[in-house]
C-alpha cells in the first residue's frame, strides 16, 4: 500500500470540519479590519525566495523544497506567504488601489524540515499583509487583529512579545559591534554560522544550535543602537499598544526568521509550551527588492495545525453537521419521487440523504441511523398511491402524518 508521504498528514472529515469552524472565525476577524483574500500560486521562481526571505535564512539554505522544471527553470515550492504576496501585488498593479493595501491568505506551504508535533513539511498558514503604511498605527492595527484572532478562538495563556530591529541605516552599525563581538570566537560556531558572519551577521543570533546558542549569550542587542527614526518609531507602537490595554513584553532577542523584516517584530507565544504560534512584523524594503517604488508595509504568519491543536484544547466544538432528512425509497416510481424531492431541498440549502446503493429496507434504515439522520421519511407503495407519509423525528422518536407535498416535507424537517 503507498503511504503518504514524511511530513504530510491526511485532513478527515472528522476534523475538517473543525478547521472550517476556526478558519471562519479568523475570516470574520481579517474581514472586521477589511482585510481582502488573495490566492497565489503554489511554486515561484526560486529567485521570489532568495531575493525576498534571504539567502543566509534557514528556509533558505536549508530548507526549501526546490527543483528544475522540464524547461529547465528553478522552481520552488512556496515556504511561507509574504513573497508570493508582494510579487502579485506588484505584477498586478495593486499599487494603484486605495492605499494602504490590505491582504490576507490561508495557504499550504512546503519546508524540508524535522518533523514533530505541530510541525510538518506540509503546513498551512494564516496571513495578513498591510501594504502602503509607513506609521506606527499600522504596525498597532496589525497587532491588535491578530489579538483579536486568539481571542475569536478563544485562546487563553498567550503573551505577546516586541521587538525592533531597525531600519538599514543603524543595522548597518549595528552589524559592526556585532561582528566584533562573534569574531573573537568565530571559529567555535557552526559552518553555516560562519557563512552568515559577512552576508547577515544578524542571522547567526537565530541559529538553534547549542553551542551557537551558547556562545551568543552577552551578544550586543539591536534595541540598544537605534537610529532616532526606528527609536521613536518603536516608542509610539508601545505608547499605542499600552493605550489599547494590551500588554507586552520586550524581548530583544527576537530577529524573526526572514530577511526582509525591519523596525517592529513581534511574536505571540503560548505561555503552556512556550512556542511561537503567530509572528509577524514590519518590512518597508521588500517592494522595492522586487523592482516596485520603495512601499512600506506590515504583516504576519500563524501555523495553522499549531493553531488547531489549541483550539482544540480550548473549545467544545459543535458536532458536524448531520443530514436534515434520509429518504427511503424502494422501486423505481418510488426512487424518482425520492429524486425530486431531493433535489429540491437541496436547491434550498437543506442536507439530504438517500439510497444511492439500491439497499435493502433494512440497509437503509441502519445507514440513516448510523449516519445521524435528523428525520427519516419512507416513499414506498402505499405513498405514491395515497401521497403521504409518515416522517419520523430521529432523536425524539416522533411520528407525523403528513402529504409528501414537497411545501410539507420542507415544514417538518
Given at each position: 500500500m503507498i503511504q503518504k508521504p514524511k511530513g504530510t498528514k491526511d485532513l478527515l472529515p472528522n476534523e475538517s470540519y473543525k478547521w472550517q469552524e476556526a478558519e471562519n472565525k479568523v475570516k470574520k476577524v481579517l474581514e472586521s479590519y477589511n482585510f481582502k483574500e488573495i490566492r497565489v500560486p503554489v511554486f515561484e521562481h526560486t529567485?521570489?525566495?532568495?531575493?525576498?526571505?534571504?539567502?543566509?535564512?534557514?528556509?533558505?539554505?536549508k530548507e526549501m523544497y526546490t527543483f528544475n522544471d522540464k524547461g529547465g527553470r528553478s522552481i520552488t515550492l512556496r515556504p511561507e506567504g509574504t513573497a508570493g504576496v508582494v510579487r502579485a501585488y506588484l505584477e498586478n498593479g495593486m499599487g494603484s488601489m486605495p492605499s494602504p493595501v490590505k491582504l490576507w491568505?490561508?495557504?499550504?506551504?512546503?519546508?524540508?524540515?524535522?518533523?514533530?508535533?505541530?510541525?510538518?513539511?506540509?503546513?498551512?498558514?494564516?496571513?495578513?499583509?498591510?501594504?502602503?503604511?509607513?506609521?506606527?498605527?499600522?504596525?498597532?492595527?496589525?497587532i491588535l487583529m491578530a489579538n483579536n484572532i486568539f481571542e475569536a478562538l478563544n485562546i487563553p495563556n498567550i503573551k505577546l512579545t516586541i521587538n525592533s530591529i531597525g531600519c538599514p541605516k543603524c543595522r548597518s552599525e549595528y552589524q559592526k559591534i556585532l561582528r566584533e563581538f562573534i569574531g573573537k570566537n568565530l571559529e567555535e560556531y557552526c559552518d553555516i554560522c560562519k557563512t552568515r558572519f559577512e552576508?547577515?551577521?544578524?542571522?547567526?543570533?537565530?541559529?538553534?544550535?547549542?553551542?551557537?546558542?551558547?556562545?551568543?549569550?552577552?551578544?550586543?542587542?539591536?534595541?540598544?543602537?537605534?537610529?532616532?527614526?526606528?527609536?521613536?518609531?518603536?516608542?509610539?507602537?508601545?505608547?499605542?499598544?499600552?493605550?489599547?490595554?494590551?500588554?507586552?513584553?520586550?524581548?530583544?532577542?527576537?530577529?524573526?526568521?526572514?530577511?526582509?523584516?525591519?523596525?517592529?517584530?513581534?511574536?505571540?507565544i503560548d505561555e503552556k509550551s512556550g512556542l511561537t504560534v503567530l509572528g509577524g512584523g514590519r518590512y518597508?524594503?521588500?517592494?522595492?527588492?522586487?523592482?516596485?517604488?520603495?512601499?512600506?508595509?506590515?504583516?504576519?504568519?500563524?501555523g495553522v495545525e499549531r493553531l488547531m491543536e489549541m483550539y482544540n484544547e480550548n473549545n467544545t466544538q459543535t458536532e458536524d453537521k448531520k443530514p436534515d432528512l434520509y429518504i427511503l425509497s424502494l422501486g423505481?416510481?418510488?426512487?424518482?419521487?425520492?429524486?425530486?424531492?431531493?433535489?429540491?431541498?437541496?436547491?434550498?440549502?437543506?442536507?439530504?440523504?438517500k439510497d444511492i446503493c439500491e439497499k435493502s429496507f433494512k440497509a437503509q434504515m441502519k445507514y440513516a441511523d448510523k449516519i445521524g439522520a435528523n428525520n427519516l421519511i419512507v416513499i414506498g407503495e402505499n405513498e405514491l398511491n395515497f401521497n403521504s407519509a409518515k416522517i419520523k423525528n430521529m432523536q425524539t422518536g416522533e411520528e407525523k402524518e403528513i402529504s409528501l407535498s414537497y411545501e410539507e416535507i420542507k415544514k417538518n424537517i
Open positions: 529567485e521570489l525566495f532568495q531575493r525576498g526571505v534571504g539567502e543566509t535564512t534557514d528556509v533558505v539554505q491568505y490561508n495557504m499550504g506551504m512546503y519546508r524540508y524540515e524535522n518533523v514533530q508535533k505541530g510541525r510538518l513539511r506540509e503546513f498551512h498558514q494564516i496571513g495578513a499583509e498591510l501594504i502602503g503604511s509607513k506609521s506606527y498605527l499600522a504596525d498597532v492595527d496589525i552576508k547577515n551577521p544578524m542571522r547567526i543570533l537565530d541559529c538553534k544550535e547549542k553551542r551557537c546558542k551558547e556562545l551568543n549569550v552577552g551578544a550586543p542587542m539591536m534595541i540598544d543602537y537605534l537610529c532616532e527614526e526606528c527609536r521613536e518609531h518603536f516608542e509610539n507602537v508601545k505608547s499605542m499598544l499600552e493605550a489599547s490595554n494590551l500588554k507586552y513584553e520586550i524581548d530583544p532577542s527576537i530577529v524573526r526568521g526572514l530577511d526582509y523584516y525591519t523596525k517592529t517584530v513581534f511574536e505571540f518597508d524594503g521588500l517592494v522595492e527588492e522586487f523592482g516596485g517604488q520603495s512601499t512600506p508595509a506590515v504583516g504576519f504568519a500563524t423505481e416510481k418510488e426512487n424518482q419521487k425520492a429524486l425530486e424531492l431531493s433535489l429540491k431541498l437541496r436547491k434550498d440549502g437543506y442536507i439530504i440523504e
